[in-house]
């Protein structure tokens, strides 16, 4: 997929939707550059709850990497070792604004920055950072799922809570929530309407009978 002769600083996302591989080709390409012998340090946002070990970068596929997790982009800027080569960040769909920042300013100095995360959040509107990472990019990847639903190819992130379709009106990260996700395409991507609460259902029901 990557065809990279340039020595230089530069910025490379994978995105695309859940599952679709982002982390399993975000340590493709740590590993090969930890083959060529280069300085790499790798970050994940300590939001993502799959990290098995806390300082892993693990895949839906089972591999693992390990990882520094982070809670912002200045805890990224100021973990930066003199001499890294490689800059690798996982999830970064999670991180404050500032990563547009931090990233750019290491690859001015020099640095390869590896990014990964999900482009969409579960309604399929752009997610944190990631518009402006893809706009300042030299590289970009688009990884796409298997849609659960049809065979065909995912690219939205399908939030379920308790196996059913999530109103666009949740908050688009839930922390420790019950919710799970699926990859699904366009097609088969559901966002409910807005719900409104029972109470307030049954107060306009009242309002606009007759005579009350
Ligand atoms: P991402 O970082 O994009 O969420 P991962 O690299 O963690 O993706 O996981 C990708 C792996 O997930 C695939 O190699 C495959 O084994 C597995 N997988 C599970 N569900 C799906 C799906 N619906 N479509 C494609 N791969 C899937
Ligand atoms: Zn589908």
Request: glycine share 10%; charged share 25%.
């Amino acid at each position: 997929m990557l065809h990279r002769r340039q020595q230089g600083g530069w910025i490379e996302v994978v995105t695309g939707v859940m599952f679709s591989g982002k982390s399993e080709e975000l340590m493709r390409r740590v590993r090969r550059s930890l083959i060529a012998g280069r300085q790499v340090q790798v970050f994940k946002s300590h939001l993502d709850d799959r990290y098995r070990g806390r300082f892993q970068v693990s895949s839906h596929a089972g591999s693992g990497l390990e990882a520094t997790p982070v809670s912002s982009s200045v805890e990224i800027a100021e973990r930066i070792r003199g001499g890294v080569h490689v800059v690798a960040i996982d999830e970064a769909q999670f991180l404050d604004l500032g990563i547009v920042l931090v990233v750019n300013d290491l690859a001015d100095r020099g640095v390869r920055v590896i990014l990964s995360g999900t482009d969409m959040d579960f309604r399929g509107e752009p997610f944190g950072p990631i518009p402006h990472l893809l706009a300042i990019a030299e590289q970009v990847d688009k990884l796409h799922a298997i849609c659960v639903r049809c065979g065909e190819l995912a690219t939205r992130n399908q939030r379920l809570i308790d196996g059913v379709p999530a109103p666009a009106e949740g908050p688009t990260i839930h922390v420790g929530g019950s919710e799970s996700y699926e990859a699904r395409c366009r097609r088969c991507h559901e966002v409910p309407p807005v719900l409104r609460d029972q109470t307030s259902l049954l107060d306009e029901a009242t309002e606009s009978q007759p005579g009350s």
